[in-house]
């Protein structure tokens, strides 16, 4: 099978990249320049260009391609954030449009922060509340909810009849690579920082990298799923209790808590923003389950101690 995957050159790129090449399939991923697991062509993420070419003829395309959303929120940054998820869909869209013989399947990255901050029950494809509207939050908070929202609407609308589309809405992706999101949790816990941010009350939707690869598998198979499709562990859990199994399975003592002032300042001066820290995403995977799809980690505490394992023997492949 060939997969040609934008935007592939980051940790979801090389999880993907790493597992694909072990099982002998060919992978192109497109990128803006930078150098991943597999052969590597280029783009400016807008334009159609020789990359197109990959496209042509290939079994699977999965565009993972936006940029990053760890930074500060200013008008520039969301701008960008805009129009690099916007831009690379509509130009997949028009590559695969163009082809003599298109893909037969395009995931398409999308996020579970686009269902609304809440306590009160779990978000599933059915019945989640898609977010925005939600009283007592930040009212900037409505941004990432746009942008998810544009992402799913260039997807949907571009004309690729042959070929069947899935939106990812993917939850933190944990794999001890270095600086994935796993990477940055355990280094604080490590420096005794890992305790409550705010109330740490607001839920905190993972996937471990091992499953994210076997249901990005799955969808790829599956001729009969397509729309949105939650990537994401079964069993969200309050960013406290999250932070208390990670500590027990890196056998840390001590998790300061960070309240939300302690949290602006820090996210200040990391020029990120407390929205990654301090939003409820409670998402849960309920197309997968009804697919089928047993979690080999379907508890955070298995996964954190599967993932400091790794972590400390330096990573490793993840298993397809």
Not at 121 to 139: C, K, M, R, S, W
Not at 210 to 239: K, M, T
Not at 257 to 274: N, S
Request: charged letters at 25%; glycine letters at 10%; one cysteine or more.
């Amino acid at each position: 099978m060939k997969v040609v995957i934008p935007g592939g050159t980051g940790q979801v790129g090389a999880l993907l990249a790493r597992a694909f090449l072990a099982r002998g399939d060919e992978v192109v991923l497109v990128s803006r320049g930078g150098q991943g697991e597999a052969r590597t062509v280029s783009w400016d993420g807008r334009t159609l260009g020789n990359w197109a070419k990959e496209v042509d003829g290939a079994d699977a395309v999965i565009n993972l391609a936006g940029r990053s959303v760890n930074c500060r929120y200013t008008e520039e940054n969301l701008r960008q954030m805009m129009d690099s998820r916007v831009d690379s869909t509509r130009v997949v869209g028009q590559a695969i449009q163009r082809a003599a013989k298109p893909p037969r399947v395009w995931l398409q990255m999308s996020t579970a922060t686009l269902y609304a901050h809440r306590l009160d029950a779990p978000n599933d494809e059915a019945t989640g509340l898609i977010g925005g509207d939600e009283p007592g939050v930040p009212a900037y908070w409505k941004r990432s909810i746009d942008i998810a929202q544009a992402w799913e609407r260039t997807l949907a609308e571009a004309d690729t009849p042959h070929t069947r589309k899935v939106a990812l809405r993917t939850a933190m992706v944990m794999s001890p690579d270095k600086e994935g999101i796993f990477d940055v949790l355990l280094g604080l816990t490590r420096r005794g920082l890992g305790g409550p941010a705010g109330s740490g009350q607001q839920y905190v939707s993972w996937i471990h990298g091992q499953d994210f690869v076997r249901a990005v598998q799955l969808l790829l198979e599956r001729d009969d799923l397509s729309g949105p499709v939650n990537l994401a562990a079964p069993n969200p859990l309050p960013q406290r209790e999250l932070m208390a199994k990670l500590r027990e399975a890196a056998h840390v003592s001590v998790g300061l808590p960070a309240a939300k002032w302690m949290l602006e300042v820090g996210a200040f001066f990391m020029r990120t923003d407390t929205e990654l820290l301090l939003k409820s995403r409670r998402v849960v995977p309920g197309r997968l389950l009804d697919a089928g799809f047993t979690f080999e980690y379907p508890d955070w505490g298995t996964a954190a101690k599967n993932l400091v394992e790794r972590w400390r023997a330096g990573g490793g492949p993840v298993r397809s």
